[in-house]
């Protein structure tokens, strides 16, 4: 009798590496008015009335602020855009785009476990 060997059959799964995120900075001039800002803010990043005044300030205040946090793309044609829209008005608006720290995804899923705690009320138990 023959014998008959098998292999077994192995497949390699090339595993997609995630896109490398850039943070969208907004920096800090004293020329451009605050209203222009915020209106920038909600055109180009979908921000609301309020987060765009947070944001706002934020970067009035510190001189820069992160916007927000997208693949590098996206980021830097973002940042362009809207750096573009304000000296299309003629004023030194200014959006610039850096990489994102590396975080560990242990600390990650850590971290969004705590913030959700902090940021959950606490239910009421109640007494007999």
């Known amino acids: 009798m023959s014998e008959i060997t098998t292999k077994p059959r192995t497949k ?6 995630r896109p490398k995120l850039h943070k969208v900075i907004l920096i800090n001039d004293d020329y451009t008015p605050r209203e222009f800002v915020v ?3 909600k055109a180009e990043f979908r921000m609301n ?3 765009a005044y ?3 300030i934020t970067a009035h205040k510190r ?3 992160v916007v927000a946090v ?3 793309d ?16 003629g004023y030194p608006l200014m959006f610039t785009t850096e990489p994102e720290e590396e975080v560990c995804p242990s600390w990650q899923s850590a971290w969004t476990g705590i913030a ?7 239910p009421q138990i109640p007494r007999s």
């Open 63 to 65: 001189g820069a602020c």
């Open 39 to 41: 209106a920038i803010l």
């Open 12 to 17: 390699v799964r090339v595993k997609t590496e």
């Open 116 to 122: 959700w705690r902090l940021s959950v009320p606490r």
């Open 74 to 89: 996206v980021a830097e044609t973002k940042a362009t855009r809207a750096t573009d829209a304000g000296r299309a008005k």
């Open 49 to 51: 009335e309020e987060q």
């Open 70 to 72: 997208y693949a590098k």
């Open 54 to 56: 947070r944001v706002m």
